[in-house]
């Protein structure tokens, strides 16, 4: 006698419900954002969404978790392009809908540590450590100061986003190539 085992499991809710999460992270922030809510729009129930996350913060993490960016794989010829590249690929990543008040959720004293961990070592982390191998080799090969402090020049290129981000809506022309100059002339480049 063959026994039945229930309905197949629909591998595509995993996903939707992440979408979910994420543009509901980005919206509303991590304490306005409701699992009944994420469930809906999802197209499926609160009991399918609790069978894969048992709470809001697990959900949150997973979400954020499936953010990743990509690493880059080889020191850059041209470590000058690298940077330029680097900081237009940020720009279009956190121009995207959602994503710089995605930013802003992971600043709210409310926001759970895990979760803020993961987005750090998701989302920041890489972008952080292809910044400074760029730079590093740039700083190998003679081309910016070998006593440069790159730890905040790192922090300079991608922080100077958020800071004009508060202080005018629209970017400045050009903000990729204009931000790796200053930083490059800083680190005493040429």
């Known amino acids: 006698m063959t026994r039945k085992t229930g309905r197949t499991r629909d591998a595509t809710i995993d996903e939707r419900i992440l979408a979910v999460a994420r543009r509901h992270l980005a919206a509303y922030g991590y304490e306005r954002m409701s699992l009944a809510a994420v469930a ?8 399918a969404l609790y069978r894969r996350w048992p709470g809001k913060a697990e959900l949150a993490a997973a979400a954020v ?10 020191p850059p010829a041209d470590p000058y392009a690298a940077l330029v590249a680097e900081l237009e690929d940020f720009q279009r990543g956190v121009s995207r809908p959602g994503r710089l008040s995605l930013v802003g959720t992971m600043l709210q004293e409310t926001t759970e540590p895990e979760v803020l ?35 905040i020049a790192v922090t300079m290129c991608t ?8 202080a005018e809506p629209a970017p400045p022309p050009r903000w ?15």
């Open 40 to 47: 809906q729009e999802a197209g499926t129930t609160r009991p």
């Open 65 to 74: 978790a499936s953010m990743t960016e990509e690493q880059q794989a080889t």
């Open 117 to 151: 961990a993961r987005y750090r070592a998701r989302v920041i982390a890489p972008r952080r450590r292809r910044i400074l191998a760029i730079l590093r080799s740039a700083q190998e090969a003679g081309l910016i100061d070998a006593d440069a402090d790159l730890e």
């Open 159 to 166: 922080g100077s986003w958020y800071g004009r981000a508060l």
């Open 176 to 190: 990729p190539e204009r931000t790796a100059a200053l930083v490059w002339r800083a680190l005493g480049g040429h």
